[in-house]
């Protein structure tokens, strides 16, 4: 069974920083698609940031350059992390931790298989 479990995030000022992390279970990473969406009030999801099972990383354009993707791995544990500098009011949302059964090149990168709880992350002008 596939869990996701976010922490870190909080409230900043704009050009303020934070880290989330995720710890993720129950998968096959060699065979997935990992990273995280968020979502805003009223908004449809956006999906930021994506780690392939090859390392390759993949941002959406309104974050690159500013956010930054890296994992380690642990005891049958796959940790995750979002690095975010240079934060934005408008980055302002509830994120996510999320995986794709699929590489991110087959399919997967949507992350639409399972995610975690949500971190709320606001950014104030």
């Known amino acids: 069974q596939v869990q996701l479990v976010e922490s870190g995030g909080g409230s900043v000022p704009a050009g303020g920083s934070l880290r989330l992390d995720c710890k993720a279970y129950?998968?096959?990473?060699?065979?997935?698609?990992i990273g995280w969406f968020r979502q805003a009030a009223g908004q449809e999801r956006e999906v930021v940031a994506r780690?392939?099972?090859?390392?390759?990383?993949?941002?959406a354009d309104s974050v690159k350059d500013r956010f930054s993707i890296s994992k380690s791995s642990a005891k049958n544990t796959l940790n995750l992390s979002l690095q975010m500098n240079s934060l934005k009011p408008e980055d302002t949302a509830m994120y996510y931790c999320?995986?794709?059964?699929?590489?991110?090149?087959?399919?997967?990168?949507?992350?639409?298989?399972?995610w975690g709880q949500g971190t709320q992350v606001t950014v104030s002008s």
């Open positions: 780690l392939d099972s090859d390392g390759a990383t993949d941002y």
């Open positions: 129950g998968f096959i990473f060699s065979s997935s698609c």
């Open positions: 999320a995986v794709d059964l699929r590489p991110c090149g087959e399919g997967g990168g949507r992350l639409l298989d399972a």
